[in-house]
């Protein structure tokens, strides 16, 4: 819906499943997702740990901690391996018009040679800077956002503070600090622009972020920015769930496991 602007809700689910059936919602799920998703542990959860840990022993609250947290794992993230991967899972779904066109389409390996042939690291890490304002924002909102609902729920429950959440409450947080993190959906059409395949006349050459807000502007209007916030937000509820909540549970499951103590403990 971000690409294809003019697309409803139906008809962004009539169009993919017509790339392919129920395999047109996995394209660039290998290699692509799979790094993407295994550096939001490796990476993101890592450094967004270390930072809101530091951020919170400097005495910094549970909601600028987490947001501290949040935005430098979201643009370490970015910068390591977000680029080029958001870039080649756009291709994937962007070039299916060769396709319509009768064109035989190269696969996911060989396009990545070509571009990285012809434009080097540039080039398969366009719309980069994009990527990482998203990250910077996404998970800076995410891990913030779920703090102060942790906190919000403790008030309500007549918890201390810093007293534990339970599972379910921490579940809970985690939901409300993913979907109102959707915010940035422009953000997030900015950087689908930036890295789209799909020939347009009418669109700028060697894009910036500030170029492509210009020009999505011009063609949707406010709206525009906003295309695709439904679907987003569930999967920002889903992702903050998997990331802060699980991932506090995880560590917590850690330290009983080892009886270490996690350093970087929220």
């Known amino acids: 819906m971000a690409a294809n602007r003019k697309d409803s809700f139906a008809g962004a689910l009539r169009r993919v499943w017509g790339r392919g059936g129920v395999l047109g919602y996995y394209q660039g799920l290998i290699p692509w997702a799979w790094i993407e998703a295994s550096t939001k542990g490796a990476v993101l959860l890592f450094v967004a740990s270390e930072a809101e840990y530091y951020a919170k022993s400097a005495g910094a609250s549970d909601f600028i901690g987490g947001i501290s947290g949040g935005i430098a794992g979201g643009v370490a993230q970015a910068y390591a391996t977000m680029g080029f991967c958001t870039c080649m899972k756009t291709v994937e779904i962007t070039r299916h018009k060769q396709a319509a066109a009768g064109i035989k389409p190269p696969g996911s390996i060989a396009t990545f040679m070509d571009i990285y042939r012809r434009e080097g690291i540039r080039g398969i890490n366009r719309g980069v800077n994009a990527v990482a304002i998203r990250q910077m924002t996404n998970w800076g909102s995410r891990f913030g956002l779920s703090r102060l609902a942790e906190q919000s729920i403790r008030n309500l429950t007549g918890k201390e503070e810093g007293q534990k959440l339970s599972a379910m409450e921490k579940i809970l947080a985690s939901g409300i600090g993913g979907g109102l993190s959707a915010w940035n959906q422009p953000i997030e059409v900015i950087r689908v622009e930036m890295q789209s395949k799909t020939e ?20 949707a209007g406010l709206k525009g920015l906003y295309r695709g916030v439904t679907p987003r937000i569930g999967l920002g509820v889903w992702q903050t769930i998997c990331m802060v909540g699980l991932g506090d549970i995880a560590k917590e499951a850690v330290e009983k496991l080892t009886g270490d103590k996690v350093t970087a403990k929220h």
């Open 200 to 219: 347009d006349p009418n669109r700028p050459k060697n894009l910036t972020v500030g170029k492509t807000l210009k020009y999505v502007y011009s063609q």
